[in-house]
């Protein structure tokens, strides 16, 4: 079993920062990418950033410099630092991995998901 729980969301003035943290337990031999996307209300789910295992970063092109995305590979766990936020930055984001048990192929892992609020 795998899970990915997230941590840090909540509502926050335009202008304010946020830290959205995502750990990774149970049964992993290895993780690959780690990511975050989100969800506002009505839209499909968007790509926010992603990670390699190596530490290699993507990011949407609109995010680049107010958005760090960034992982501790010794505590599984893989961390967005969201600055500058503005109120269309709410929705909901979720934390994805890619993430191989043992004996197993890599397979992808979503989290539960977790509110961010930006009010004016």
């Known amino acids: 079993q795998v899970q990915l729980v997230e941590s840090g969301g909540g509502l926050v003035q335009a202008g304010g920062s946020l830290r959205l943290s995502c750990a990774a337990s149970?049964?992993?031999?290895?993780?690959?990418?780690m990511g975050w996307y989100r969800q506002a209300p009505g839209n499909q789910r968007d790509l926010v950033a992603t990670i390699s295992s190596a530490g290699s970063t993507n990011y949407a092109d609109s995010l680049k410099g107010r958005f760090t995305i960034s992982r501790d590979n010794a505590k599984n766990t893989v961390y967005l630092q969201m600055n500058n936020l503005k109120p269309e930055d709410t929705a909901v984001y979720y934390c994805?991995?890619?993430?191989?048990?043992?004996?197993?192929?890599?397979?992808?892992?979503w989290g539960q998901g977790t509110q961010v609020t930006v009010s004016v």
């Open positions: 994805n991995a890619n993430i191989q048990q043992f004996r197993s192929l890599p397979y992808n892992y």
């Open positions: 149970g049964n992993i031999f290895r993780i690959n990418s």
